[in-house]
């Protein structure tokens, strides 16, 4: 066994480049469908870890303290029991695991991990030598199903993955219909716009339940009596209130204290007009999002648009009205079709400009473009858009299936490949339209992995 892993830890690290090249999943200079990378959104360079010797067994990473036999990383229990069953010769202790050494010592069978791999539920997943990261830690036991990739381990939080339906209950058996936008409540809580099923659902505690809404339609009231209609997005205020883009009612609703009410637009009538809340106008408001002073954003999708709600008044952030593309001041600016939403820490605005396939940024009364170049070959419809505390932009590519990142110039997979829905160890995790995303804390994202009917979770 300790024969062969050198040449296995080698062989895992060749697979590991051959098939993480880039981010995308495809071979170097290669983007989208094998179309050519535009240079400023080249992915990082990769360092040629199968060139290098892999450490000695027992050997640590990084030139820290060799680690004894049996101990795992970054605190994990041991791998496997250091004092196993009785034995005569090493081969009686083989846990067919190529990651692992096994060895007879004084009757007894003792086995230790590769430092090269980390083994978990009978997995060996191969660690990077250069920037090590305990893959173990942050995959299980915990987050399963999980999946390692990239050093992103992708989790399904909530539904039956490719079946919809309406089912409140565990999240093991509760089921979505085209969920889409996505938001994180102040204990946790993630809500989601269950859009095909004019709902807002609450995941808790490992349930998922209805927080408002029953059947298509427009009513207040009473949270489980009242009507929404194709629900795009949903987003938490500072008090803990949630705010919905009821896309077919054009309007904004709020749901608090177990009660539905309007909060911005004339339900059920479509159009466009600033000033007081309750007869201010909006036509298909696609995205919602809070801001730092608890001032509401709205993507106005038919209007082309970016609205602020504050103070009881509705006003045009950005945006003339027209259809098309323009950068420059935000009362001449043109969004086509804007979609979601979200606001960064500073203030700025960010929106999924799904129809101009870029991301724009609205900041100090200027609308700039973050990403994407107005064709399909960067970015084809993002539909969804978080902002971490450290300024790294998250996309949601809708028709590529994947969630990008922007850091400077720089525009990266995170994760996705092709239509489908992949969460195992072995292959790399598939998204099908993936529509919401929001960030929790630096490090984790939540999906609406529309679909494939379910709620995702990746982090790093």
């Known amino acids: 066994m300790r024969t062969r892993l050198s040449a296995l830890a080698l062989l895992a690290g060749a697979f590991l480049l051959l098939s993480c090249s880039d981010d995308s999943g495809n071979a170097p200079d290669q983007g989208v469908e094998g179309l050519p990378l535009v240079d400023i959104w080249s992915p990082p360079d990769l360092l040629p870890w199968p060139d290098a010797t892999p450490p000695p067994d027992g050997a640590a990473l990084d030139g820290q303290p060799p680690l004894p036999d049996g101990a795992a ?50 997995q060996c997943i191969a660690i990077d030598t250069i920037n090590p990261q305990d893959v173990c830690q942050k995959c299980a036991p915990a987050e399963d199903p999980w999946h390692w990739s990239n050093y992103v381990c992708t989790t399904l939080v909530a539904g039956v993955p490719k079946t919809y339906g309406s089912t409140d209950g565990t999240t093991a058996i509760a089921r979505f219909y085209s969920p889409r936008g996505v938001a994180v409540g102040p204990s946790g809580e993630i809500y989601v716009a269950d859009t095909n099923n004019h709902k807002v659902r609450m995941i808790a505690g490992g349930q998922v339940t209805t927080l408002a809404g029953s059947t298509a339609g427009f009513a207040n009231g009473a949270a489980g009596l009242a009507k929404l209609n194709q629900p795009y997005d949903v987003a938490v205020g500072q008090a803990g209130e949630v705010y919905v883009a009821d896309y077919n009612n054009h309007c904004i609703r709020e749901i608090k204290a177990g009660q539905v009410t309007t909060f911005a637009g004339t339900c059920q009538a479509a159009g466009y007009a600033d000033g007081a809340a309750a ?158 995303i929001v960030i929790q804390g630096a490090s984790t994202l939540y999906i609406g992995d529309m679909g494939n009917h379910v709620v995702r979770r990746i982090s790093w």
Request: net charge neutral.
């Open 73 to 122: 990383l970054d605190g994990q229990p041991p791998l496997p029991d250091q004092g196993g069953p009785p034995c005569g010769i090493d081969a009686d202790c083989d846990d067919g695991l190529s990651c692992t050494t096994n060895t007879c010592a004084s009757g007894k069978c003792q086995n230790s991990v590769n430092p090269n791999f980390c083994a978990i539920e009978g």
């Open 279 to 436: 007869s201010a106008k909006l036509a298909y408001p696609r995205g919602v999002a809070v801001g730092p002073s608890g001032e509401v954003y709205v993507a106005d999708r038919n209007n082309q648009r970016i609205r602020m709600i504050s103070g009881g008044q509705v006003s045009t952030l950005a945006g003339d009205g027209v259809a098309g593309f323009k950068d420059g001041a935000a009362a001449s600016a043109r969004f086509q079709y804007p979609g979601g939403v979200t606001v960064a820490g500073n203030g700025d605005v960010y929106v999924a400009d799904s129809s101009n396939h870029r991301v724009r940024k609205i900041s100090g009364g200027q609308v700039t473009t973050v990403a994407g170049n107005g064709t399909t070959t960067l970015l084809s419809y993002p539909t969804g858009v978080a902002v971490g505390p450290g300024g790294t932009v998250y996309i949601a590519d809708y028709n590529h299936h994947m969630i990008r990142q922007v850091v400077g110039p720089k525009m990266t997979t995170l994760v996705g490949s092709t239509a489908g829905y992949e969460n195992s160890p072995s292959l790399t995790p598939r998204l099908n339209y993936p529509w919401g």
